[in-house]
């Protein structure tokens, strides 16, 4: 519990101080006892697991995690760029299923905002207990769901695997 | 030269961003206009803000316009995502040429 607080002081100091650039000692000063509050009040239930923090490995995969994303990012925007100008509007939607390995609630989140923002896919819903992701995909390439778990879902699964887990 | 591909991020925002409207006006119904909505404007807004960023560099404004960048990819999402199953929940069916509809087999 009380490291929990501990992270979230400093991230919401770091967010105060990243928005009240540049630094001064005033607004230092207000950032400690506004942060320091907001943290005794809720910082029970910011993390549950506050050892995973200490993993040097996982901030590693992380910075591994960015350009990964945002390469995927922008061929989800060319692809979908491409489909909106094209004058036939070559488009074949349909909501599949597919199962993640994914058990924390970080993870799953993660996976399900990277899904969306990703090529031609969005996540509609979520079941945590069995690990379905419900997705609609623009283009279906494959109903069955193993396949499509394999297209969708793995590449960053196994990224997610070892960040969050 | 800083300030050249800022102006450089700034166009291709602006380009994306108008894609993404186009794709709301275009696409068929409610789930694959979001789908444009989502990509093309987060990406578009995003590039935008970084452009601001190299124009100001590491000033009172510049630092926000990152700030905005991570909150936006944070938050894009999960409203496509309650808007998508919002409306999925509500009853609106998807369009004509779909292929499959798991999510309405499974939930009844």
Sequence with gaps: ?165 | MTEIIGMVFIVIGLIFDLFGCLGLVRLPDVYNRLQASTKCVTLGTCSILFGLFLFKGFTASGIKSILGIIFIILTAPVSAHALARGAHKSGVKLCKGSVCDKYAEDKG
């Design chain 1, 1 to 165: 519990m009380k490291k929990s607080r501990i992270i979230l002081f400093i991230l919401a100091l770091l967010i105060w101080m990243f928005l009240s650039w540049p630094p001064d000692y005033q607004h230092l000063i207000i950032g400690i006892l506004v942060a320091g509050f907001v943290s005794f009040m809720t910082g029970d239930m910011f993390v549950k697991r506050a050892h995973l923090f200490k993993h040097l490995s996982r901030y590693l995969w992380f910075l591994y995690y960015i350009p990964l994303f945002i390469w995927e990012c922008m061929k989800a925007n060319i692809d979908v760029a491409y489909r909106v100008a094209h004058p036939d509007l070559p488009i074949n939607p349909g909501i599949v299923k597919v199962k993640t390995t994914l058990k924390s609630d970080t993870g799953l989140t993660f996976l399900a905002n990277s899904i969306t923002l990703t090529p031609g896919t969005m996540t509609v819903d979520i079941d945590p207990e069995h690990g379905f992701l419900y997705i609609h995909w623009i283009d279906v390439k494959d109903k069955d769901m193993q396949k499509a778990t394999q297209i969708i879902v793995q590449r960053f699964e196994r990224v997610l695997k070892r960040i969050f887990e």
